[in-house]
């Protein structure tokens, strides 16, 4: 073949086109993470026990750090755990040095996640590998090794994959492959005798990004809202009144840089986690330092962590110091209260929990009964002492900047109930006020006149020391309740509001002669100093469409006494520009939502209703913006199930367990009316599930599940089974039999064509189905787990292809209707908690399910084998799924983070049409186009180019899902093109036609 000569015309040109060809390809297909070079290994976490504290650790009681020649180490007896929570890891090397006790046997556990886990056991008699896959599921002696001396040795445990290798001293003792190799988990050492273990000078090695777990495909859209969660604290930057933080106890805390208007989560840093899937950051309260504003402390609920930030809240440390060690759970941190002379000096206000004193939790009238601790730490977060402990929790902390020895603690809440007291006379207990005139080395009840002493919120007036207001009240224990004020620092304290759980009291800064007080059902103002109060809003006091709950802080604006925050217990922000007369919502971005439901409007995909703890949402925008529907006369929280009709999408059911309501909409979610379902006559019973029969509109089932607070349904409590309504939902009957009639149901699922055949997945009776309607039901067995289900999906276009997911017990799918059952979860954690199941309405081959504890899978072969989803999922505890129609847009409802969004096409959804109450008019009307002309693009803009239907796209196999990159798809076009232009401009050369 004849070499091309750059120096022709022809060679240039074609070199010219293979140039922008592959330009062009380079821009259509970016660079995939999966082609980029690995990063070198580095180490990842080391720890030598130095410190008298291991704040990265959580000790179970027989773990703690013992001195030992040369230093210190860490020493562990009797069964028990140390747990590492900086990371979670998939292939690393572990490294260590041990020293066994005689007759000490030790575990070294990795990868652990859930009751997933490996194990190498070491003692002096051998050295072996065993891996657990369920709760009470193991596979022993995997491989061995003979045992160690009781002598230090180095120990290097590689994972890689699916090889485990063991190197005791610098030699290879143990090396195992396993065919189904578990994914990334946590690294905890497990004493198993007396006899002691010690550890010492621990290092993690590998790669960056091993404690990340990274897919390819397309990523999840964290949207922000709806707004929801278990809110805590709001403060405003003293400097900079436009910078607002906030916390929550399930996403962390929240940034605002433009006065509340948009939030953004900051907690880099932050290690500690707790929930389902381990992903929540359990951050309650947050105080700035008043000296140095770019200091802020933050303390978690429940896993007993400090952490400090120097930098405004954009990178945190730990500064729990030797408190974790006392405590590694069961301590919530509730207010922090910096020295106003030194930044150094912190005092720290705690709830310490029952279980976390007395081995098992006390359960009062209706809430858990707690005691309090307060510590002080004199050098900025190193080391920390007790300096009062007593009989209910510790919430603020005053300290009078006039005279820094004097100092107040408030003690107690409205949902927890002190441990003194007595659940069976009725008698509250409780501490109420501590004053110390010692700098808190000896504390004193100042409680003269307080006579309820459940104060769960307290505020110094801002030039007066001496004046201090209290808010008082407990849901069990409200006698009394209501706001104190004392003008003569806690000698005695007057009643001026009565009546009321107060949940928050404050003065406004830049004029203390306005105060403000507000409770779950209304908002108070006073303007003479708290000595009288109006009502300014309430009951139901909030935005429309929005229960607020319990607004468990305020704060004044430094600019402006008549605005006002208010972050509420069951979640968002909220601001009043009006004295508190009237309420936003201030909470776009930031959310802790946990969403029971999400369904998808089935003609526009940009349409979704979600039914949350914090209330019943509507976006019309893919999720960008949120609106409450929650109105009268179901104004609440507690939301759990919400259904379309497909045939009339304004037509709506929902099921609320505030009060066991279910109601309909006919206009959207506009307005709302309560059905007489019978649901409610059942004490602790919910609507947990609603759906309508996909072809007839008129038949909807309503199923049920008990729970142990309203938020809280338990799998072991009994339902009332299941209500089907004939007139799509105006009235109820129960469809039970006897098999039923007490099944706590969490999924449905109703033949395609026959609105009479329907399957539930029942969390205490296991798979059921019936063919008429739910006057009969049967129990599918045949191959199915004896624990209970939780979802179930048909297939469309093949309704005998079902999906059942179970609680801990993975997937199962059938090809006969349900008569028999194969195990179906290749590719997801065997003991997965399967919580949703959703087949692609366009590609039914195409089926996603959601796992509380790892997040989303999909599977490509109808639910034969699974992949994990979760790209830009950042929690991963789902407990719904919804697709939309065209299959481009797949939303995930999280226990913690609220909605989520993949757009499987790579596009955000169209936006549909705005919410409207009834006699409000669209005030954007498009105007009219010529018939069957297309819309044009605005002066300056160029015409769009031409979108392929989704209908065409699966004709074609197309590219509105994940897959091939189209230019890849277009490559061979593309080349071929590039010769047949080289070609004919080599004709056009020998004709003498050349043109440039």
């Known amino acids: 073949m004849q070499a091309l000569s750059l120096s022709t015309p022809v060679s240039r040109l074609f070199l010219l086109c293979i140039t922008i060809f592959l330009f062009i390809m380079l821009a259509v297909c970016p660079a995939s993470p999966a082609f980029s070079q690995d990063s070198p290994e580095s180490l990842l976490y080391t720890q030598d026990f130095e410190q008298d504290y291991a704040p990265e650790w959580m000790f179970e009681t027989g773990w703690t750090i013992v001195p030992v020649e040369g230093g210190h180490a860490l020493s562990g007896t009797g069964h028990a755990w140390a747990k590492l929570e900086a990371g979670t890891w998939s292939n690393f090397r572990l490294k260590f040095r041990i020293h066994l006790a005689p007759g000490a046997s030790t575990h070294i556990n990795i990868r652990s996640s859930g009751s ?158 707790k929930g389902d899937s381990q992903d929540s950051i359990p951050i309650f309260c947050l105080t700035i330092d008043p000296l140095h504003s770019d200091t802020i402390w933050v303390g978690t609920e429940h896993t007993a962590h400090i ?35 030194s930044s150094d000096i912190v005092y720290a206000a705690a709830e310490l929990h029952s279980w976390a004193n007395g081995g098992e939790p006390r359960q009062g009238r209706e809430f858990e009964m707690v005691e309090g601790i307060v ?49 069976v006379s009725g008698s509250p207990g409780g501490e109420g006020i501590l004053k110390s005139t010692d700098g808190g080395q000896t504390w004193q009840h100042a409680n003269k006149g307080l006579d309820n002493l459940y104060v769960g919120s307290l505020f110094m007036h801002p030039e007066n020391p001496d004046i201090l207001l209290a808010g008082t009240g407990n849901n069990q224990y409200h006698e009394s309740n209501g706001v104190y004020l004392t003008t003569d620092g806690a000698e005695t304290w007057q009643h001026v509001l009565p009546d009321q759980n107060i949940e928050s009291v404050e003065f406004a800064e830049i004029n203390p002669s306005i105060a403000y007080a507000g409770s779950a059902d209304a908002v108070f103002r006073s303007e003479d100093g708290g000595e009288t109060w109006e009502q300014v809003s309430g ?19 430094r600019r402006d006494p008549n605005r006002l925050f208010a972050n509420a217990y069951g979640g968002g922000n909220f601001v009043s520009e009006d004295g508190g007369r009237t309420w936003e919502a201030s909470s776009k971005g930031y959310t802790g939502a946990q969403i029971r439901a999400v369904t998808v409007h089935p003609e526009q995909p940009g349409t979704i209703f979600a039914a949350a703890r914090s209330g019943l949402f509507l976006s019309t925008n893919g999720g960008e913006d949120w609106t409450g529907i929650s109105f009268p006369p179901v104004k609440v929280m507690e939301w759990n199930a919400v259904a379309l009709n497909p045939f009339d999408p304004r037509h709506i059911l929902a099921g609320t367990n505030w009060n066991s309501d279910l109601v309909f909409s006919t206009d959207g979610g506009a307005s709302w009316r309560l059905t007489n379902s019978g649901i409610g006559e059942n004490s602790q019973v919910g609507v947990s599930v609603l759906l309508f029969a996909p072809s007839d509109p008129e038949t909807a089932y309503a199923a049920t599940a008990g729970y142990y607070s309203a ?220 018939e069957g002309a297309p819309p044009s693009a605005p002066e300056g803009e160029e015409e769009p180019e031409e979108v392929l239907s989704s209908e065409t796209e699966a004709e074609t196999g197309g590219s509105a899902k994940p897959g091939l990159c189209a230019g890849v798809v277009l490559f061979p076009v593309g080349i071929a093109g590039v010769f047949q232009l080289a070609n004919r401009v080599k004709h056009q050369l020998k004709s003498g036609q050349e043109k440039w």
Request: hydrophobic share 35%; aromatic share 10%; charged share 15%.
């Open 116 to 273: 997933l886990r490996y194990f190498f056991g070491l003692n002096q008699e051998g050295i072996y590998l065993s891996k657990q896959t369920a709760s009470d599921t193991f596979q022993g002696d995997l491989a061995s090794a003979p045992g160690l001396s009781s002598s230090w040795h180095d120990i290097e445990i590689t994972a890689d994959g699916g090889t485990l290798i063991l190197s005791v001293d610098q030699q290879t003792v143990l090396t195992y492959s396993d065919p189904e190799t578990l994914g990334a988990g946590r690294i905890a050492f497990e004493s198993l005798t007396q006899p002691s273990t010690l550890i010492d000078d621990i290092e993690i090695w590998g790669r960056e990004n091993e404690a990340v777990e990274t897919t390819t495909g397309p990523a999840w859209i964290r949207t922000g809202g709806p707004l929801g969660g278990l809110g805590y604290d709001v403060r405003i930057h003293p400097l900079n009144p436009d910078r607002v933080y906030v916390t929550d106890a399930w996403a962390g805390v929240f940034i605002s840089e433009n006065g509340g208007q948009t939030w953004h989560p900051s907690n880099e840093g932050i290690t500690t986690r």
């Open 307 to 341: 952490f400090k930030s120097t930098n405004g809240g954009e990178l945190w440390t730990d500064a729990t110091g030797n408190i974790r060690n006392q405590f590694f759970q069961g301590l919530t941190f509730r207010g922090f209260t910096v020295h106003p002379e």
């Open 375 to 423: 510590y002080r730490t004199t050098n900025g977060g190193g080391s920390w002492e007790e300096v009062w402990r007593g009989d209910n929790l510790a919430r603020y902390i005053w300290i009078n900047p006039q005279n820094p020895d004097v100092l107040y603690i408030s003690t107690g809440i409205f949902d927890r109930e002190a441990a003194n007291s007595n659940p």
């Open 539 to 557: 009951p139901e006091w909030g935005p429309d469409g929005v229960r607020v709950g319990f607004p468990i802080d305020f704060q004044v604006d």
């Open 711 to 930: 938020g809280s349904f338990d799998p072991s409590t009994p339902g009332a089974g299941i209500h089907v309504s004939h007139n799509g939902g105006n009235t109820w009957n129960s469809a039970n039999s006897s098999l039923t009639r007490e099944a706590n149901i969490r999924g449905l699922a109703v033949h395609p064509e026959d609105p009479n055949r329907v399957y539930a997945a029942s969390t205490n009776t296991g798979l059921l189905a019936t063919s008429d309607g739910g006057k009969n039901w049967t129990q599918l067995q045949n191959g199915l787990p004896v624990t209970g289900s939780f979802s179930i999906a048909i297939q469309p276009g093949n309704p005998d292809r079902l999906l059942a997911g179970f609680l801990r017990g993975g997937l199962f799918s059938s090809s006969d209707g349900g008569s028999s059952w194969l195990a179906s979860s290749s590719g997801m954690p065997p003991e997965a908690f399967v919580t949703s199941i959703i087949f692609d309405p366009v590609s039914p081959s195409v089926v996603y399910a959601s796992d509380i504890m790892s997040g989303v899978y999909r599977s490509q072969d109808s639910g034969e084998t699974w992949q994990v989803f979760n790209n830009g999922l950042f929690t991963r505890a789902v407990n719904a799924l919804a697709v939309s129609a065209d299959g481009a847009h797949l939303y995930a409802a999280t226990e913690g983070e609220g909605i989520y969004r993949l757009d499987l096409n790579g596009e955000p959804p169209e936006e549909g049409p705005p919410f409207l109450l009834p006699g409000e008019e669209n005030p954007a009307e498009e105007e009219p186009q010529l």
